[in-house]
């Protein structure tokens, strides 16, 4: 999430009330989380397991509960407790705004889109030309949606990301402040969810299909002409490349990648990345060749026990 300008880093630090270790006029461009950074990001860390990857981040500011060496070419916010910060920045520069119509005013709606009946569209919104958006259908504030896009009845587009600190008393939800982009030519299938991005944005590429119910985790990147049948479910920070299909009932953990052109067979479970160009199955979703060998295997163990026991 970039500001609408840049803020110094004194500014920053004043308006979370911390401490700050830097130039007062260090500039600060966004905030972002660890996996989307950019330089002149802030990003923000409270575990000491992942201190070392923040402060070696893109990220230019690290919003950190504890007193540390500060890179060079870098500055720190110290705070302590870095989520509730991050989250105050979020509210601060992207604050909630409740809508005001069904269809928002500064929604703008290109050339011969329909949309249909019973259709929520919130502030800020942009969809292109020869969209169809059928009825009951929720479009999110800053969601962006390009040409020649289908959305069937009862997709959610920018729900909040499943994102939540454990703490002793409650579950605390980390704001989100991305948004939702759609590229030309996507076909997203009745009930289907995606999610908005925490600080960047949730990209569906251009020529993907999404089956019915299917849903995408915040700040996922699927590429272009993806194939994603019924009932996938895909977590947070998931990298989706080019060409890929991933059959029904597919659970995608967060944070991996699946390579170009991957088959991913129905009622796999994925739990680390995946090369492209090939065929996988299982959970753990594994080479789909391997996979059935180790199935057929399994099969014969009866057999070689009554073999066995025949021996005694």
């Known amino acids: 999430m970039k500001f609408p300008k840049a803020q110094s880093l004194e500014n920053i630090a004043a308006i979370i009330d911390c401490e700050f270790v830097g130039a007062p006029d260090f500039p ?20 000491p397991k992942y201190y070392d990857k923040a402060l070696r981040s893109q990220a230019t500011v690290v919003l950190i509960n504890k007193k540390v060496d500060c890179p060079d070419g870098k500055a720190l916010l110290i705070s ?10 979020t509210h601060h520069f992207n604050p909630f705004a409740p809508a005001r119509a069904v269809i928002a005013d500064s929604a703008k709606i290109g050339k011969h889109t329909i949309i249909q009946p019973n259709v929520f569209i919130g502030n800020n919104v942009v969809i292109g030309d020869d969209c169809v958006i059928h009825s009951n259908v929720a479009i999110y504030d800053n969601t962006i949606i390009g040409n ?16 939540y600190k454990n703490r002793p008393e409650k579950f605390d939800k980390l704001l989100s402040g991305g948004n939702v982009v759609i590229k030309d030519d996507v076909d997203i299938g ?39 049948a019924s009932q996938v479910g895909i977590a947070g920070c998931v990298l989706i490349e080019d060409l890929v299909t991933i059959w029904g009932q ?23 990345s ?8 299982g959970t753990p979703a ?14 014969l163990i009866p ?10």
Not at 148 to 163: E, K, P, R
């Open 250 to 272: 597919v659970g995608i953990t967060s944070g991996i990648t699946i390579g170009e052109k991957a088959v991913i067979s129905a009622q796999s479970g994925v739990s680390k």
């Open 28 to 47: 600060v461009l966004g905030m972002n989380e660890i996996h989307v950074v950019q330089p002149g990001d802030i990003v923000f860390v409270d575990h």
């Open 190 to 228: 009745a009930l289907c969810t995606i999610d908005s991005g925490v600080s960047a944005s949730t990209i569906i590429g251009e020529g993907t299909k999404l089956d019915n119910q299917v849903h995408v985790g915040h700040d996922t990147v699927i590429g272009k002409r993806c194939l994603i």
């Open 148 to 163: 020649n896009v289908t959305i069937h009845a009862g997709a959610v587009l920018g729900a909040d990301a499943f994102y």
């Open 303 to 312: 057999d070689i026990i009554d073999k066995l026991d025949k021996l005694k």
């Open 80 to 89: 302590e407790d870095p989520f509730r910060d991050f989250n105050k920045l």
């Open 274 to 281: 995946l090369p492209g160009h090939k065929s996988y199955f």
């Open 286 to 299: 594994d080479d789909f060749r391997k996979k059935y060998k180790e199935i057929a295997s399994i099969r």
